[in-house]
């Protein structure tokens, strides 16, 4: 018995993101011996994807910074004090795409947008890959993407550090982002 062709899914048209199945990650050195890892829990945004011209596409994405958790509340709690992320005045960062261009392989794009963090932009790149599409099984036509960049936190204007007895520093400069996106057809 033969498997049944895959359905060629149109790319084209509006995406929402799915919170529920998106995940804002990233990573940061801790005391210069380990790496802490979390998420942002609450995030929303918009593709516009255009399969034809993939590099035509956009993405417009906003996060909630109160909803910064790494699974320790005292952790969470000082990254979103004025130290760092200053929730309270800062309550969201934003991206917005600017361009794209093609990667490497196939299903890779390298997306240019502007970050906002802190109430600094910055332009960023996106190392983006195509990871497929599908239906749901209530329906929904869905895409998902994974996508990678690096950051200096000094560079958004968040300075806070401490130095270590030992030598070196509590907090990297270097920030990981990693993203892995789920998004609905919605046009």
């Known amino acids: ?5 895959p359905t060629v899914i149109d790319l084209t048209g509006t995406w929402t993101l799915d919170p ?22 609450e995030v929303e945004g ?4 255009d399969a034809v011209d993939p590099t035509a ?12 958790d790494t699974g320790v509340p005292d952790r969470d709690g000082h990254v979103k ?40 932009t910055s332009s960023v790149d996106l190392a983006v890959t195509f990871e497929g599409s599908s239906r749901d099984p209530f329906g929904n036509t869905r895409a ?8 200096s936190r000094k ?5 806070f550090n401490a130095a270590l007895e030992t030598g ?8 990981k982002i990693e993203l892995d996106i789920s998004a609905i057809k919605s046009s």
Do not use: C, N, W
């Open 168 to 175: 070196g520093v509590l907090l990297s400069d270097k920030i």
């Open 57 to 68: 596409s956009s993405a417009s994405v906003t996060i909630q910074t109160a909803s910064f």
């Open 20 to 41: 529920a199945h998106t995940r804002i990650g990233f990573s940061a050195r801790h005391a210069m011996v380990t790496t802490v890892r979390g998420q942002f829990k």
């Open 155 to 159: 560079e958004f204007g968040i300075s």
């Open 81 to 120: 004090s004025a130290d760092l992320l200053d929730v309270a005045t800062y309550p969201t960062i934003t991206f917005v795409s600017t361009g794209a261009t093609a990667g490497k392989g196939d299903d890779e794009y390298v997306l240019t947008g502007q970050l906002t963090i802190h109430g600094v």
């Open 144 to 151: 998902g993407f994974t996508a990678t960049t690096s950051i």
């Open 1 to 5: 018995m033969t498997a049944p062709a």
């Open 46 to 49: 918009t593709l516009q994807l």
